[in-house]
T-cell receptor, first 115, second 114 residues
Framework: DVKVTQSSRYLVKRTGEKVFLECVQDMDHENMFWYRQDPGLGLRLIYF???????EKGDIPEGYSVSREKKERFSLILESASTNQTSMYLCASSPAGSGGTDTQYFGPGTRLTVL | AQSVTQPDIHITVSEGASLELRCNYSYGATPYLFWYVQSPGQGLQLLLKYFSGDTLVQGIKGFEAEFKRSQSSFNLRKPSVHWSDAAEYFCAVGPMEYGNKLVFGAGTILRVKS
């Protein structure tokens, strides 16, 4: 079974702190994604990566950065956390398929609260 | 730009009743369509996906979905709902772009009453 793990299920941080969310997948997938999930808005793509050290902005990259130094690990960084970044963060991975046909596999999510 | 609309935010059905969750998409080319389910406190799990061929797609847990190009719809159905089906359901469209990006709908929360 594909397994995507996220470092924390729940996280509480203070405004202005630097926050790291870690995601690890064990299936040698090329593609990895960070989404933000908010009620009534569904999932919105923050960043994705299609290879080590490669990254592309998604729909809402402002206030976030990412790092992918190893194929299995994709980190989301909040440089200076703000209260409007309180949300559920979901990581996903998928193999490098043809034309978007491949399933994305999701981690359990990290619920981040910024006070 | 591609988009996905799930018109129903909440749906409540009785256990044993049939279910249909609606999904409409906007996309210029042939879409790749997905339904995911998120149980409380869990990540998303793929129920089914459509790429081409037969427009009626079977998935896990007894779910099916039908692609109707003329209506730009991909509705999810189940003939008899179980209490364990209570969850949030997301429809997504996958454009043929580098990196396999998906665009998700806002989700439909399903409640099952006994």
């Amino acid at each position: 079974d594909v397994k995507v793990t996220q470092s924390s299920r729940y996280l509480v941080k203070r405004t202005g702190e630097k926050v790291f969310l870690e995601c690890v997948q064990d299936m040698d997938h090329e593609n990895m994604f960070w989404y933000r999930q908010d009620p009534g808005l569904g999932l919105r793509l923050i960043y994705f990566s299609y290879d080590v050290k490669m990254k592309e902005k998604g729909d809402i990259p402002e206030g976030y950065s990412v790092s992918r130094e190893k194929k299995e690990r994709f980190s989301l960084i909040l440089e200076s956390a703000s209260t409007n970044q309180t949300s559920m963060y979901l990581c996903a991975s998928s193999p490098a398929g043809s034309g978007g046909t491949d399933t994305q596999y999701f981690g359990p999510g990290t619920r981040l609260t910024v006070l | 730009a591609q988009s996905v609309t799930q018109p129903d935010i909440h749906i409540t059905v009785s256990e044993g009743a049939s279910l249909e969750l609606r999904c409409n998409y906007s996309y210029g080319a042939t879409p790749y369509l997905f339904w995911y389910v998120q149980s409380p406190g869990q990540g998303l799990q793929l129920l089914l996906k459509y790429f081409s061929g037969d427009t009626l797609v079977q998935g896990i847990k007894g779910f099916e979905a039908e692609f109707k190009r003329s209506q730009s719809s991909f509705n999810l159905r189940k003939p008899s709902v179980h209490w364990s089906d209570a969850a949030e359901y997301f429809c997504a469209v996958g454009p043929m772009e580098y990196g396999n990006k998906l665009v998700f709908g806002a989700g439909t929360i399903l409640r099952v009453k006994s």
